[in-house]
């Protein structure tokens, strides 16, 4: 059986990163999971993107006989994302929205939210897709993780209507 674990190479000093991969090899380790939280450091500014960090994380733990689960980090659309698109935000049934802070935050059918993240996942899979360490991909990260799969903002609300009326008239 080949066991794996999370890793998040961003949460840690370069330096660690020997250490962790060491330990890894030997625990028996073989596969990490990694990326699912970091849009923030792929794309700390809009449009402005940043790929080395993970250039050299999947390039150091590859040296390590460390297989990669890459994922993609549509789950935390990033701070400036929020204040600049706050309609992306999910609300609860009482129209409150969700706050930045935690992750899922987003609403599902945000046209710019879905616009986004197919731009920031495409150059990823385009980056990424014939590196020798990935052997799968993540799409995202625990659908549905508390009740985030329902949003009630007004795009929702309006979508939900005009179904209502096309269908039932
Ligand atoms: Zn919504």
Known sequence: M??????????WEK????????????ANIKVIRIGEFAWSLYEPEEGKYEFDWMDE????????GIKVVMCTPSATPPKWMIDKYP?????????????????????????TYREKTKKLNTLIAKR?????AIEAWQVDNELGWSNTTRCYCKSCKNR??????????
């Not at 994380?57 to 390590?64: E, I, M, N, T």
């Not at 990424?128 to 020798?132: C, G, L, N």
């Not at 939900?160 to 008239?169: D, P, S, V």
């Open 160 to 169: 939900f209507r005009n179904w209502l009326k096309e269908k039932y008239g």
């Open 15 to 26: 330096e660690r990163w020997k250490t962790d991969a060491e330990m890894m090899v030997k």
């Open 87 to 111: 309609d992306i935000l999910q609300n609860d049934i009482h129209g409150n929205p969700k706050l930045f802070g935690t992750r899922k935050h987003y609403c599902f059918n945000s046209e």
């Open 2 to 11: 080949r066991i794996g674990a999370d890793y998040y190479p961003e949460h």
């Open 57 to 64: 994380a999947l390039d150091f733990f590859g040296k390590y």
């Open 128 to 132: 990424y897709a014939k590196h020798p």
